[in-house]
């Protein structure tokens, strides 16, 4: 199963069938996927008198998911996520990683995590069922090993770090990645990272088992299926008893939360005007003329 097995955003395979029958509930819903997946491959479904086989539920499923990834074009998508991973690559190597820096590059992970289970479950089902052409397929593929190596960048490039300094070293470090990003954003959506640069980065997901023809898909939506009607059938209900919601609000503890808030609130004001020299990369975005003399200096 590899980087799927936690089930974390398989919630998200339950809005993909709402989305693609309106008509049902979450509860439907979920029965739907679940015999989807392991029914026979004579399974059949019927919506307002419309009979629906297999193939046909999982290619439907595969578009809904897909379209919670990919809002207007791909190429209009992968422009957004390049801009917001040099963003984040600047911002977290300008001199001081603020809050605000942090939550941006906490956020951009999960729902790049989240696109990308979407996506690789989208390529499991048209894979499964045949329902594809060749070029609709690699650019599934394409997308997916991009996620991959932007998510590989962040984490590598970045610190998991809230109010701290960054050094000139990781300035350095960073600074070269930050010009490939951009370089890729002009070059646009046709063109991605060389085989060299996937080395050198230790991004290269062009080989990663789980996209090769030999891949069991079907096994592999079999087994993630069965993992998540695990965990929701071992997951323990836990109640509350009535006298424990009638106990008295602690005002002491929530006065010195207060206080902590105010007193955080007080030192990120502190740090903000530590910040230092934040327009490190705004040479980065000049003319080369400019920044081959700033190089040199």
Not at 10 to 36: H, K, M, S, W
Not at 88 to 93: D, E, L, Q, R, S
Not at 228 to 234: A, N, P
Not at 248 to 274: C, F, V
Request: a negative charge; charged letters at 30%.
């Amino acid at each position: 199963m590899g980087r799927y097995e936690n089930c974390t955003y398989f919630n998200t395979l339950y809005d993909a069938v709402c989305n693609g029958f309106p008509q049902i509930d979450r509860t439907n819903a979920r029965t739907i996927l679940r015999e989807v997946i392991l029914a026979p491959d004579d399974y059949t479904v019927e919506f307002e008198d419309t009979s629906y086989n297999k193939v046909q539920m999982m290619d439907l499923i595969a578009r809904a998911l897909i379209s919670l990834c990919i809002s207007g074009s791909p190429q209009e998508t992968f422009e957004r996520t390049i801009e917001n991973v040099a963003d984040i690559i600047k911002h977290m190597n300008d001199g001081y990683i603020t809050t605000e820096d942090a939550q941006e590059r906490k956020d951009f992970l999960e729902n790049a995590a989240c696109s990308e289970f979407d996506l690789f479950t989208a390529y499991a089902l048209r894979m499964t069922s045949g329902a594809y052409n060749s070029e609709t397929m690699h650019e599934l593929k394409l997308n997916i090993i991009r996620l991959r190596e932007f998510q590989d960048l962040v984490e590598t490039y970045t610190r998991d770090e809230i109010e701290v300094e960054v050094s000139r070293e990781e300035f350095e470090q960073a600074r070269p990645i930050y010009r490939m990003l951009k370089s890729l954003q002009n070059l646009g959506y046709d063109y991605n990272f060389s085989p060299r640069e996937r080395e050198s980065l230790d991004i290269d997901h062009e080989d990663d088992e789980d996209l090769s023809d030999e891949f069991n898909y079907g096994n592999w939506l079999k087994r993630l299926m069965l993992l998540q009607l695990r965990k929701e059938t071992s997951t323990p209900k836990i109640t509350v008893p009535d006298f424990m919601n009638t106990q008295p609000a602690d005002t002491t503890s929530s006065s010195a939360n207060s206080d902590l808030e105010a007193k955080i609130a007080q030192l990120r004001g502190t740090y903000d005007k530590r910040r230092f020299d934040s327009k490190r990369f705004i040479m980065l975005e000049q003319s080369k003329e400019e920044s081959s003399s700033d190089d040199n200096n």
